[in-house]
């Protein structure tokens, strides 16, 4: 993780075992499947076919979209509850880098079906 960001919490989204709806969820370690948290790494713990595998079918194919999180404090004395926001700002620059990583994620599946297969 990058430097003075230490997640706590990890959110996957799609079916889990007892809802086929998708949806976002908290996917801390529970003994078998999950995120553990160590100094500055998340440890994910995924096993084919069951929670945290977004299709939930044991098809050697393990589908993870999510991501790591921070609880949020609040330290206002406004009584109220917490709260979210997300501020955004990419520029011109950051955009083509994330397409650029998106195109070698693609190479490497691409190799790496082609080699195991």
Request: with cysteine; net charge negative.
């Amino acid at each position: 993780m990058p430097a003075g960001i230490s997640p706590d919490q990890f959110f996957n989204n799609g079916l889990t075992p007892d809802d086929n709806n998708p949806q976002y969820y908290e996917f801390n370690f529970d003994g078998e499947t999950g995120a553990e948290f160590s100094d500055k790494k998340v440890i994910l713990h995924l096993v084919d076919g069951k929670r945290g595998d977004s299709d939930l079918t044991a098809n050697g194919v393990i589908v993870d979209p999510g991501t790591p999180a921070i609880r949020a404090s609040n330290t206002a004395n406004s009584g109220g509850g917490g709260g979210c926001s997300m501020a955004v700002h990419y520029s011109a620059s950051r955009r083509a880098g994330d397409w650029l990583l998106v195109a070698v994620c693609i190479l490497m599946l691409g190799l790496y079906r082609k080699i195991y297969r």
